[in-house]
């Protein structure tokens, strides 16, 4: 290796010594300028303060001269909870009915109405559906006698109720609607068939109420009521002239256009003056569709009675005023028959917890024994003219009644249910007149009558939610309302309400608790031993258990009814939200129910055709 080079001054040249910088001195001169300038501001930084202060002292003394807008005086808005206050949905007219109030909504399978109307006491309902008008004309002769203008509006009250309680709107007309037709000027002056004449009239007067259904007054449904036909008409659209094969002039659909059209060709007819009835009098016979003969339709002309059913006929032309109540009594046997007929299975009666609510059978068990009895027939052996080979109530067993705790779909079976208020659901099932809040939260089931009469249906996993809405369908749905009857433990059955839903008379069969004669009360006593029969002998409630319960349910009565509610009311509410929520939802269906008849019936007053308006119209409806 060679060795490392020496300087003359004997350092080593491989590592030379480095020589001071020459911008050393500047570095430190710019370090003593910040200190400097540090010290400067750090002296004048409370003179500057003080600046601004003043400055903004200023500023706040010339702003005092500026002038400013005057602005309206507002309301402090509640900012601290902007959802504290909801508004409830309006209410809809005729949405009361005493203590039931409802609101009509597409949203009615909810399960809980409250969440809808934000009032727990208004239930959702279905919305009502649009009842078609069907008219028939009516035109009294003056001359006859009073016994017979009685007989002749028993037979308009049967044509009403029928028609009402398969879903349509039934009209009487009569000459007034008729002469205010602007057509009839085209038939003053004619000679014409009083027949004819009489078939014209009516025309005028459906002519002058426009699009609908006219039908004779002894034209009838009698078909369940799912019938093609009757589903059609129920639909309240028909967009052409339409007759039926078989019913001659009893029965007619169409609209307003169609019908003045046909009016207008027959009063133009240059054979009119010669013709003998309606339809040959009209030229163009294309005017109308011919549908096929309607099952479901039953007509009691002339030519009917007289082949078919004719010791009536021959009544009639004995004593007419004897002879229509004969008539009337036939009719209302067969509509009763064609029930009887649709419900082959018979009815069964809902009885949840069976043992401690025995007595809740009782009015449904008067009401299945009138739907099964035979009413009184001037030919017991007989069946409707559009139905011959009807189950002839009087040649065939009764209907079976059966007692259930759980309800089932069946088209064939009809449902009966008396539903409790949870309150006196709650006093039956403890047997004692006094509730607890620790009896309520320590021994009692949640909503046990729903879970009960759903438990076949829906099983047992499903929670209350489901359950509500599954009770609502079968309670008010279009399929369920007709095969099942639901009425509420608290509140007497009205028979006439009764009978405006299934279309037919059942006073005359009136088994209830208020029964006084010996049959009546026979009748609902066997009944009563065949739902002991079906429970387990060890467990039969006895007499003393069934006077028990009748007290029970009294006291349940009392509360339930009352203006203002018991606490404990409130309590067993709130612990079966579910059965609540059944018997509000029953409470408000059957209130809108005689709601919109009762409203009907008053807007329908004033019009009565050839009778005294001031006294004649309430023949036709029946009194109190």
Not at 171 to 181: P, W, Y
Not at 297 to 311: C, E, G, M, N, R
Not at 428 to 436: F, R, S, Y
Not at 550 to 570: A, F, H, I, R
Request: glycine letters at 6%; aromatic letters at 8%; hydrophobic letters at 35%.
């Amino acid at each position: 290796m060679a060795p490392k080079q020496q300087s003359s001054n004997g350092m080593s040249t491989a590592y030379p010594h480095m020589a001071p910088s020459k911008k050393a001195p500047l570095a430190i001169s710019a370090v003593g300028v910040v200190i400097i300038l540090v010290l400067i501001f750090t002296s004048t930084s409370a003179d500057s303060a003080l600046s601004v202060s003043g400055l903004s002292n200023s500023a706040k003394s010339a702003a005092k001269h500026i002038p400013q807008p005057k602005l309206p005086h507002l309301p402090a808005l509640n900012i601290h909870s902007p959802f504290r206050t909801v508004h409830e949905p309006p209410v809809q007219k005729n949405s009361t009915s005493g203590e039931a109030k409802w609101f009509s909504d597409w949203k009615w399978l909810n399960p809980f109405s409250s969440s809808i109307t934000l009032d727990e006491d208004r239930s959702v309902l279905p919305p009502l559906k649009t009842r078609p008008h069907i008219y028939t004309y009516y035109d009294p002769n003056l001359k006859s006698d009073e016994d017979t203008r009685e007989a002749e509006n028993k037979l308009l009250l049967i044509w009403r109720r029928a028609w009402w309680a398969q879903g349509f709107k039934p009209v009487i007309l009569s000459r007034a609607e008729a002469t205010n037709n602007p057509l009839y000027e085209s038939l003053q002056g004619q000679e014409l068939d009083p027949a004819l004449e009489a078939e014209i009239m009516r025309w005028l007067a459906w002519g002058h109420m426009g699009t609908g259904i006219l039908a004779n007054w002894l034209i009838l449904p009698m078909g369940p009521h799912d019938d093609n036909l009757l589903s059609y008409l129920r639909r309240g659209q028909y967009p052409k002239l339409t007759r039926y094969e078989s019913l001659s002039t009893g029965l007619f659909s169409g609209d307003h256009e169609s019908i003045k059209a046909a009016l207008s060709q027959i009063l133009s007819s240059p054979g009119l003056s010669t013709s003998k009835s309606f339809l040959e009098a009209i030229p163009d016979q294309a005017l109308f569709s011919v549908d096929p003969k309607p099952s479901s339709i039953a007509f009691y002309d002339s030519s009917t009675l007289t082949s078919t059913y004719k010791p009536v006929a021959d009544a009639i032309m004995l004593s007419r005023s004897t002879g229509l109540l004969s008539l009337a009594g036939l009719i209302t046997h067969h509509l009763h028959t064609t029930f009887q007929s649709t419900f082959t299975s018979g009815l069964t009666i809902l009885v949840p917890q069976p043992y401690q609510t025995t007595t809740l059978a009782l009015p449904a068990l008067a009401l299945a024994n009138a739907l099964i009895a035979c009413p009184g027939s001037p030919i017991p052996y007989s069946c409707p003219p559009n139905n011959p080979k009807c189950r002839q109530c009087s040649s065939s067993p009764p209907l079976d009644i059966t007692f259930s705790s759980s309800y089932t779909n069946s088209t064939t079976m009809y449902t009966i249910g008396v539903i409790p208020h949870s309150y006196t659901h709650a006093l039956l099932l403890a047997k004692q007149k006094i509730l607890t809040i620790r009896y309520v939260r320590r021994s009692m089931e949640r909503d046990p009558w729903v879970n009960a009469v759903t438990l076949e249906t829906m099983g047992k996993d499903i929670g209350g939610s489901a359950r509500i809405v599954g009770f609502k369908e079968k309670a008010a749905s279009e399929w369920g309302s007709r095969s099942s009857a639901w009425g509420l433990a608290e509140v007497d059955w009205d028979w006439r309400d009764l009978e405006w839903h299934f279309g037919f008379e059942l006073s005359a069969h009136n088994t209830s608790d208020n029964a006084k004669n010996s049959k009546e009360v026979e009748t609902r006593n066997r009944g009563m031993e065949k739902l002991l029969a079906g429970l387990e002998e060890a467990k039969q409630p006895t007499k003393q258990d069934i006077g028990e319960q009748k007290e029970l349910l009294t006291t349940g009565k009392d509360v339930v009814n009352k203006e203002s509610k018991e606490k404990m009311q409130d309590v067993v509410e709130a612990w079966n939200l579910v059965d609540t929520e059944a018997w509000r939802f029953v409470r408000a269906f059957n209130a809108r129910a005689r709601v919109e008849r009762l409203k009907w019936e008053e807007e329908e007053k004033g019009f009565i055709g050839g009778e005294d308006k001031g006294e004649g119209w309430g023949k036709w409806f029946e009194r109190d």
